[in-house]
């Protein structure tokens, strides 16, 4: 079984401001089936990045996605108002494992 | 546009079974895995199934192994998830997503909650 382990918990900053969140899973992974989603509080949780690293349709620039094997990473350049939110990582495909992190709080400090 | 649509949720005894169905449209529904995902209150996103174009491949967690079954009317552009055997921990929103094998679940329904209490 792969475990998607998000950090930190929870990341308070201020608009403006560069996040770094990190997801690590606990066997290598192809970076192809590795996504971030977004959820804001009553809302149904939205796509920001598949495949490690490409932005999908209609999310801004200041979201950007990296990494491999183990180790991945999003990071929103400079932080807007509607930023603040629940973040997940993914490892997805059309079969198992498909399993989500655990996620990140993204909270205004 | 591609839109989601989640129905069939609402208060349940343990033991007891729900049926919910989601309907599609704005894309060639035929065309694509879906998946339903679920979330706890105040919890993070659980994948529950997923079920391949034509049915002929369906997935699950373990924990709903044998009392889940996914499936889907491509007549209809409708996906189901029959739920038998209901337990208090499969109290959660049901979200209806659909799949791409390389590019994430996109996009997602707004969610129909099943709550199991008696």
């Known amino acids: 079984e792969i475990v998607l382990t998000q950090s930190p918990g929870t990341l308070s900053l201020s608009p403006g401001e560069r996040a770094t969140l990190s997801c690590r899973a606990s066997q290598s992974v192809s970076s192809s089936y590795l996504a971030w989603y977004q959820q804001i509080p009553g809302q149904a949780p939205r796509l920001l990045i598949y495949s490690a690293s490409n932005r999908a349709t209609g999310i801004p620039d200041r979201f950007s996605g990296s990494g491999s094997g183990t180790d991945f990473t999003l990071t929103i350049s400079r932080l807007e108002p509607e930023d603040f939110a629940v973040y997940y990582c993914q490892l997805y495909g059309n079969s198992p494992p498909i399993t989500f992190g655990q996620g990140t709080r993204l909270e205004i400090k | 546009e591609v839109q989601l649509v989640e129905s069939g949720g609402g208060l349940v005894q343990p033991g007891g079974s729900l049926r919910l169905s989601c309907a599609a449209s704005?894309?060639?529904?035929?065309?694509?895995?879906m998946s339903w995902v679920r979330q706890a209150p105040g919890k993070g996103l659980e994948w529950v199934a997923n079920i391949k174009q034509d049915g002929s491949e369906k997935y699950y967690v373990d924990s709903v192994k044998g009392r889940f079954t996914i499936s889907r009317d491509n007549t209809k552009n409708s996906l189901y998830l029959q739920m038998n055997s209901l337990r208090a921990e499969d109290t959660a929103v049901y979200y209806c997503?659909?799949?791409?094998?390389?590019?994430?679940?996109?996009?997602w329904g707004q969610g129909t909650l099943v709550m199991v209490s008696s």
């Open positions: 997503v659909r799949s791409i094998a390389v590019a994430g679940f996109r996009p």
């Open positions: 704005g894309f060639t529904f035929s065309a694509y895995w």
